[in-house]
Structure formats: C-alpha cells, structure tokens
C-alpha cells in the first residue's frame, strides 16, 4: 500500500467537527472537521457494523476513538465502504486498513483512484463559489494504493455486510460515486452526489448552516451526470439522509429541498463559471 495523503493534514474545521449523531439506532453519522463518515451496524452488536468513507488526511486516531466509544474497546468494523475515493472520504483509509486489516470495497470505476494508477484531476480553484473553491488547489488529488486491501463493490447492487443496503451509482461528482440506501426506512447515504450545507463557502462550511445543494463544486468534473444521479436519488424518496457534508436532514426538509434542487440544478447547483462547466449550461 502507499498513503498519498500522508503528512497531508489540512486545519480546516467545522463548528460539528468532533460531534457524532445517531441518526437511526444503527446509523452513526459523524463529521470529522469538515465531512461525514457514517457507522452502520447496532453498538449492541459491536463486531457486526461496516464504516462508510474515512474522513480526512492524519485523523486515523480521532476516528479510532470514535469507533471504540461507539462500539468498545478494540472493536473494528467487518469492512470499510467508500462512496468515492476523493482525499476527505480516504484521508485515513490507509492507516485504517493498516491498523484493522480489513478489507475496503469501492466502485469499479473508482478503483484506478484507489490502487494508484490515477490521480484525480487537480481541483478547481476558479470555479464561481467561496472561499474553500479558492482554497482547493491545495487540497491533495493523489491516488491512493491500497493494493489487494480494496475490492469492487458487487454487481448485483449488494453492499458486504449491510445487508438490507444496496449500493446505487450517482457518478458526476467521481466517476464511480455510489450511494447507499435501504428499501425498508428510506435511509439513504448520499455520499457527496448531494450534500446539505454550501460546501464553497468558508462561512457556511464552518456553522454548517442547512442548504441542500449540488456536490462540491471545486472537484465535481460531469454536470450533467450529477444532475442525473440527483434525480436518481430523488425518485427513492428518502426519508432521512447523511451526505457528506452538512448536517442529516429529514422528512419534508428533506423531500422539498430536493425536489427544488432536481427542478432548478442547473441554477442551484451548476457554477456560472468553471474548468469543468459545459458552457451550454
């Protein structure tokens, strides 16, 4: 394996960061300076539970105490789960796999991002938005390689060790971005196919104000694809969802803030001005 994100910490923080929710009794959304990882699995049950994504670069540590005050002491979870391998839902995996030895399951299209065959094209700092679009071109778009520790996601739509999730591919914002959601209470991970706060802004970034909006504008590369992934998600009609940055809404917040995001994405969620903005739009 090579960690790309090593020494790669970045100080940026919002008012959250630290704080866990339990947004079901088997659903743990917790923000680790500024984006959302998720436990999935009762605490009663400590060794049956999967960790969706892995936060930012050098918090391996913050995420294991985390994971033990849930869960107790030593306790791992049976796999970790990526929605997408972009540097704030891999930050730690390596230390994590590591430390764990468990396997990591991601989609097909992701793993060149997560074997270290590619690299992420570098964010764009040009993109219309707040501070942090300005800032992210120091943010780190390396592959990881996490070698034969990763594996891709089934193509039936299972998710190993979630059972009663399935896996759905919401590409745009990463080739091979999934999120995940359960039939039986509509709960849905979005992973960053949508998110709840104005990611490109420092201001609201930092008090985690609730706006559901399109995925972070500085790394999404196909519009277009995102406006279908949306729709996609929208036509599951969940009822409760943790994406990846912002907090977990619910109910009618939830079902009208994104239909309105469906209905006007183009001005909602598409940048006037960009690398990867298709002038038609």
Known sequence: MHDSMEDQFLPMYSMTSGVGKEVLPDLYCYTNQIVNLCCVGNPDNSGEWVLVDTGMPESSNR????????????????????????????????????????????????????????????????????LVAKMSPMFPNEAVNLGSNIEALPDDGSVPHMPGWKWIHTPGHAPGHVSLFREKDRALIAGDAFVTVKQESLYKVMTQKVEINGPPRYLTTDWTAAWESVKKLEELNPAIVVTGHGMPVSGQELSEGLARLVKEFDRLAIPDYGRFVDPKH
């Open 63 to 130: 995420i294991v105490e985390m994971v033990e005050e849930r869960f107790g002491e030593d306790s791992k979870p049976q796999a970790i789960i990526l929605t997408h391998g972009h540097f704030d839902h891999v930050g730690a995996v390596v230390d994590l796999v590591e430390k764990w030895g468990i396997k990591v399951y991601a989609h097909e299209a992701e793993l060149p991002f997560l074997t270290g065959k590619q690299d992420y094209p570098e964010p764009d700092g040009s993109v219309e938005g707040g």
